[in-house]
């Protein structure tokens, strides 16, 4: 499984949120293949899921993506309950 972590610019607050995603994963007792990137190349990156801010992540929706849409980047609470639905 692939996760696609997405922001504006694919530098600073998409890392953050690939160390988040993959310590929920591991907190959760799963394990992907977890990168980031800038939206305009997140539209060419194949991938299960793309996770990311709602303002960004909702204009890769194209009806075939799995998109997450975190409200809080930061709460791996959030990114948890959020990815159980779709890992």
Known sequence: MKIMVVCGNGLGS????ELNVKKALTEMGK???VEHTDLASAKTVPADIYIGAADIV???DD???TIVTLEN???I???KSKLEKHI
Do not use: D
């Not at 998409?14 to 949120?17: E, G, L, P, Q, V």
């Open 14 to 17: 998409s890392f953050i949120m």
């Open 31 to 33: 394990t992907a293949e």
């Open 77 to 79: 609470s959030e990114i």
């Open 73 to 75: 980047m930061m709460n």
């Open 58 to 60: 909702g204009q890769l």
């Open 63 to 65: 009806g075939n993506r």
